[in-house]
């Protein structure tokens, strides 16, 4: 018999610290196991390998298994998972015994398979963070580093809890975005199209019959000839650019965001954009704010959930700021100074932040900030789109009207002159 120490989770996500007897490491696992823990590190009294290496062989000698395919799981998916998950979890539930219902519960796909490998390495021995960390197609660095905190705290279903309603708001924001927009892209679609099918298939007729009265034409019609001939004739015709200049300008933006600076320079011009340029300045707020604030209430030290913050951020203006006061702190300085150098957020933010870090409660703080212009961003969608219609309303119109002028105003010169001439 030999004596192995070892390092495990208890059922409460408590970390556990003893020694145990057994005659070989696969003896040793299972005895452990046997206890109620799931074991994260074990190692021969005296010897020298420890740990995952063991684990894994104990397990069968399988390696961590990486879902391959295209593609990521659905944030849905993932977000509907974490609730489900933090309830089994409050309900006192073993974390093996919750994934592996989890796992049955999920349809055939991508979820359910990497459910299975995540359980499967906790069977063999691996933390929950650890496993989950090896599915980057499912859980990024944000949800590892969460899970890892809550491990550590022994707060596992608190953590789960709020990572699930941080995960949840965020979706219900971004579903009330995509929503506004679906319409006016909508009639802005329906409208290019049919004003093309005037261009292409209407003006032209009217050409010819203007060509055939031999008159001089008035300017609206003729820039309104030039506007036809450009989308039939012209080489490429113009109705090629029309369709194809948003897969052109989707392409290039995503050729521009291979590299930092050509998404630093895509991120500025977006929050440059009248009124729009707002309500992504003030998403963006909430989003870092949200995070870091749920990443320090978890107890994930600052410059850790700044790096974390930073790469979630989803704006490379908002990332290189939160890198600048990264480094700042690391110097020595506060939180709220290199912010406000920064000129990223509005001076509120600034001073709520600043005050929270004076009463030692940065991480409410910064929630509250974030509840804040998430109801903001929601006011300003709201007004978004009521904006749209009225003014989708009166250009439609004013384009039409200018098209109907434009076709009849030549034959209502013509009618004059045949009346004037017949008097």
């Not at 005895?31 to 074990?42: A, E, F």
């Not at 063991?54 to 609730?83: P, S």
């Not at 050509?262 to 340029?277: E, F, S």
């Amino acid at each position: 018999m030999s004596t192995f120490l070892y390092e495990a989770m208890n059922q409460a996500g408590q970390e556990v610290k003893d020694e145990i007897e057994a005659a070989s490491t696969e003896d040793a696992l299972a005895k452990i196991r046997s206890l109620g823990y799931y074991p994260t590190k074990l190692k021969q009294k005296g010897g020298k390998r420890a740990v995952k290496a063991e684990a894994a062989a104990a397990a069968g000698g399988k390696k961590k298994k990486t879902v391959g395919g295209i593609g990521r799981v659905k944030v849905k998916e993932v977000t509907q998972f974490t609730r489900q998950l933090s309830t089994l979890q409050d309900a006192g539930l073993p974390i093996l015994r919750s994934l592996r219902i989890l796992e049955q519960q999920q349809k055939p796909g991508m979820l359910r398979m990497i459910l299975r490998n995540v359980a499967d390495d906790i069977e063999g021995g691996a933390t929950l963070s650890e496993a989950m960390a090896s599915q980057p197609k499912a859980f990024d660095r944000l949800y590892c580093n969460m899970v890892q905190a809550g491990e550590t705290g022994g707060v596992l279903d608190v953590i789960l809890q709020r990572l699930a309603d941080f995960m949840e708001r965020a979706q219900r924001l971004k579903r009330k975005v995509v929503g506004a927009m679906i319409y006016p892209a909508v009639v802005i679609t329906f409208a290019v199209g049919i004003v093309a099918g005037i261009m292409i298939a209407v003006v032209p007729k009217f050409e010819e019959i203007f060509r055939d009265f031999g008159t001089t034409l008035p300017s609206m019609t003729m820039m309104l000839i030039n506007t036809s001939n450009w989308f039939v004739k012209a080489r490429p015709p113009g109705w090629v650019i029309v369709l194809f200049s948003p897969v052109i300008a989707v392409s290039l933006m995503k050729l521009l965001s291979m590299s930092e600076a050509g998404r630093y320079g895509i991120d500025l011009v977006k929050l440059k954009i009248p009124i729009l340029g707002n309500i992504l300045a003030k998403s963006a707020v909430a989003r870092f704010t949200r995070t870091l604030g749920t990443l320090l209430a978890a107890g994930v030290p600052i410059l850790e959930a700044i790096n974390i913050t930073r790469e979630t951020s989803g704006s490379e203006v908002y990332s290189r700021a939160l890198r600048t006061v990264h480094d700042e702190i690391r110097e020595g300085e506060s939180f709220a100074n290199p912010l406000r150098a920064a000129k990223i957020c509005d001076s509120i933010v600034v001073n709520m932040i600043d005050v929270g870090e004076e009463t030692g409660d940065l991480d409410k703080m910064l929630i509250k900030i974030a509840d804040n212009y998430d109801e903001e961003v929601e006011t300003l969608v709201d007004g978004l789109v009521s904006l749209l219609e009225p003014v989708m309303v009166v250009a439609l119109g004013g384009i039409v009207g200018f098209i109907v002028i434009a076709l009849f105003l030549p034959l209502v010169h013509l009618i004059n002159a045949v009346s004037g001439g017949g008097g």
